[in-house]
């Protein structure tokens, strides 16, 4: 094996010395001295170095007194991962020596601890690590004054959603998660990392997400965790909160925190994790011509909790009404919009009200995510009835009554 | 000066933009737009990226501030760092292709874009993608064959518009226009040398048509070394002319810094490493740079008269002080050996001196300002003033208008590229490319029809393709004069040509191959397009000379009357039939004599 190691070749006639680097196409590609990396197809491997890598020492770290604890959890997200310069490669071991080490101004906030959990990209996140992230969580709350969660950005608001329900919290849990990775120079990751310290040592008792609120690097807003969605692909500021404001406004780099609604505080609930989540819940998007088909699939396979997500207040087609009906007997049928902004309301249109005849549950301004998530922990934790009452009932957040403008 | 025994060894790089439909990384267009919105943004480094070695990284983070970057229609979220890059533009990929095989380059099989760490802004990501193309050419100049080291396809960086205390202001609109940056192997062994490859590398450029052309479209760095002194890259030499000069300056710079190493030597010269707070001494002084501000003093043991040293014209040892202190956002710095002046008293010098305890042949360097950045200041530039005597500092300079340079940041390591994991790599093979022909044989082609000065400017033109079509239809020289000699004369004139491109070229030489002006209606006809490049140049063929008869004779008695000051009147009739069809100066001409032969009569 030669990645990795200094090498001399022979290729176009000229010769050539560079770290022999991983290839994905099947030619030879050298980092040469200038730091460029250069794709040969034909070459002559003439020698291979043996040298040892430099190691860089990172200083021991200490608390200071006075400072609130902070554990910080990684779940295998972009923030404070590595990059190896020889190789590309992203490496993470994720101490809190080399989270102080990258964004040093996070000592002065608070001492840290810091564990990997995860190192799982966020779309191969199911819900039992939903289940193991929330046990994790819930332990260091006995001892820490708050937890930042490091999240990939993709199914982020998923598993806050799902830590929303499970964990009845007294102090602050904080996702992060940043859009530009952290190896650039621009990225998002320290703001929001340093947002995010200050939001777990506040005045909060509620599961949140703390991210970029604009592109330029001025704040960020500390949203429910219930109430966040991810609605770019790729800007820094993806996360909105949709019928409801965000928590604070967390302003950088003074770090000064502006309250922006209600919120639960610090101390207000007790500790609690009920950590059981049925799975075999369906999300289902409704589109013109969709079959009602797909509902009876998915009934077929057990499942017994179905969030539908309909057209504008809340509606599929008419065809649906006598398989809705059958499936409603012993499963609960949520419904939610596609507009994401607004509340459901079935009870304008004879669609709607026919829905409704036939068992569906009004979402209310749930946003359809939150409502698979709130499902698969009633239906894991409740029976069908109480799980039938509960969903259209306000829990941690996820409904607000009032929708204000 | 005997160069080579100096051991001079030149290096070149052009930087050239080329003139592709969109931008490097995205489909925005490669013009400049109307800078509307903006946002900040700022930088950090990641400790783990510096490298001990790693100077310029570490001082760019220690000049850390905001940066704010102005925003049009005519960029996207590209270049906002706020959506990943699209593949290579496979455009500006052929161009590189075609210069690298005129230089004679060996092309790297497959393309690796790279992340090349740059954290003063002006990049939204922090570094600038790039990626090496081809290497091992050469050019021949002089009879010398010059070696091409490598060829890189970068992206431009964005246009600075403001630095201010603190922060800088960036406009998005150049970001990512596709760059050729071409280096030659440091085989240059004069200032005229210098310059002849410039322009010669310059030449092939613009002879593949499809080079950006017009002021910071094309830049030089040059690295200079002596054989005692050291590696100077010297940044963005705008204007070939002075080339040749901005080396000569750099040899003399580095001279003379041998020299006061020598003398610092000779006088056991020492800089200390403290920093003292002098602010007292100012308390009261008359001096605006100082009053009222945190002055900070340095000393230098050995130095008295030495700061003062002039190293380049109009600059002096403590001029290159000052660029460091400008760097960390200071206005600059002030020396002993220039004082008293700027309303430092005499006695505030005396008191200084005192309090550092420096005796007559030592030097004091004062900074004023916030407490933080003067420290950062002074501490680097005690790091400079050790350097003096051990002489050249290897460093990254900034050339000047004058020809001369001043510090800009020191040499950057190898070690800030990495992989631009969001571009996959990109094979060569299979892209054809055309060579066109040189600039230079153009030219001698042309030189057939014309004098060689106007055929180089015409071979030189963007519009050469015009003349190439047109001159078999016309006289060369009329076409030459169109396209190249009449504009010029113009815009000498004063007269804003901008507007006069292909189209407008086309009206006016189809104009006259159709008969409906005669050439020398050619500048009349230019005149108003320049004016209004929509304007129809559909004038009818007119005889000026029929005109001129037909009214000197009807205004015959005039002309008796008033003899030659009958011209102004008369001048004004044959105008107003002629006017934009024939130049005025030739009207005027005819007439004169048409009216001489009555009066003569």
Known sequence: ?405 | MMYSKLGLKVGVEIHQQLDTKHKLFCRCPTKPGKDEKEFHRYLRLKRSEIGEEDKAAREEVERSRKFIYKYCDTTCLVEADEEPPAEVNVEALKIAVQIAKMLNMELVDEVHVMRKIVIDGSNTTGFQRTALIAFDGYIEVDERKIGIATLCLEEEACRKIEDGEGYAVYSLDRLGIPLVEISTKPEIDSPQLAKKVAAKIGMILRSTGKVKRGIGTIRQDINVSIADGARVEIKGVQELEILDKVVENEVVRQLKLLEIRNELLKRSAHVFDDIFDVTDVFSNSKSQIVKGKIVKAILLKGFGGIVGKEIQPKRRLGTEFADIAKNFGLKGIIHTDELPAYGISDEEVKKLKELLKAEENDAIVIAAGSSERVDRALRRIIERAKYCLKGVPEETRKANEDGTTSYLRPLPGAARMYPETDVPPVTLEGLEVEIPELIEDRAKRYSKDLPFDLAWEVADSPYWNLYEEYSKLLQPTVVAKVLYSIPAQLKREGIDVSQLGEEQFRKVLNAIYDGRIAKEGAEEALKILAKDPRAEISFVAVNVDEIIEKIVESKKDLIAEKGEAAFKPLMGLVMKEVRGKVDGKIVAEKLLSAIRKVINK
């Open chain 1, 1 to 405: 094996m030669v990645l990795g190691k200094r090498v001399r070749i022979r290729a176009k006639g000229k010769i050539f010395e560079g770290i022999a680097m991983p290839s994905f196409t099947g030619n030879f590609v050298l980092k040469l001295d200038s730091g460029y990396n250069v794709g040969f197809k034909e070459y002559e491997l003439l020698e291979v170095f043996e040298e040892s890598l430099p190691k860089t020492e990172i200083k021991k770290l200490e608390k200071k007194d006075g400072l609130p604890n902070v554990k910080i959890i990684s779940t295998g997200g972009t923030i404070a991962s590595k990059i190896d310069y020889r190789t590309g490669a992203v490496t993470s071991q994720f101490t809190a020596e080399e989270i102080v080490s990258e964004v040093p101004e996070i000592a002065e906030i608070c001492n840290i601890d810091a564990e990997l959990l995860f190192n799982i990209l966020s779309e191969n996140m199911k819900p039992k690590n939903w289940i193991e992230l929330a046990k994790r969580v819930y332990n260091a709350l006995k001892s820490y004054d708050g937890v930042i969660i490091t999240h990939g950005t993709d199914t982020m608001h998923y598993s806050s959603a799902a830590l929303s329900f499970i964990l009845s919290t007294p102090k602050p849990v904080v996702f992060v998660g940043a859009q530009r990775s952290s190896d650039r120079p621009s990225s998002d990751a320290a703001m929001n990392l340093l947002c995010a310290a200050k939001a777990a040592i506040s005045d909060v008792g509620e599961v949140t997400v703390c991210v970029h609120a604009t592109t330029s690097d001025d704040y960020c807003f500390l949203h429910r965790g219930v109430k966040v969605r991810k609605n770019h692909t790729s800007r820094r500021d993806a996360f909105q909160s949709i019928n409801a404001r965000p928590i604070a406004k967390i302003d950088y780099p003074s770090l000064n925190v502006e309250w922006l609604s209600w919120r639960l505080k610090r101390n207000e609930r007790p500790l609690d994790c009920k950590a059981k989540l049925e799975e075999k819940v369906a999300l289902i998007k409704f589109y013109p011509g969709l079959s009602a088909e797909i509902m009876e699939f998915f009934h077929s396979k057990g499942y017994r909790g179905f969030v539908v997500e309909g057209t504008g207040l809340g509606h599929v087609s008419t065809d649906w009404v006598e398989t809705v009906k059958r499936i409603a007997e012993d499963s609960v049928i949520v419904m939610t919009s596609q507009c994401l902004w607004g509340r459901v309301c079935d009870r304008v249109y004879d669609t709607g009200r026919y829905l409704l005849k036939a068992g569906v549950i009004e979402g209310e301004d749930m946003l359809p995510e939150v409502a698979l998530v709130k499902l698969m922990w009633l239906l894991g934790n409740y029976d069908l009835e109480e799980a039938k009452k509960l969903v259209k009932q306000n829990l941690v957040g996820e409904i607000e009554y009032r929708s204000s403008y």
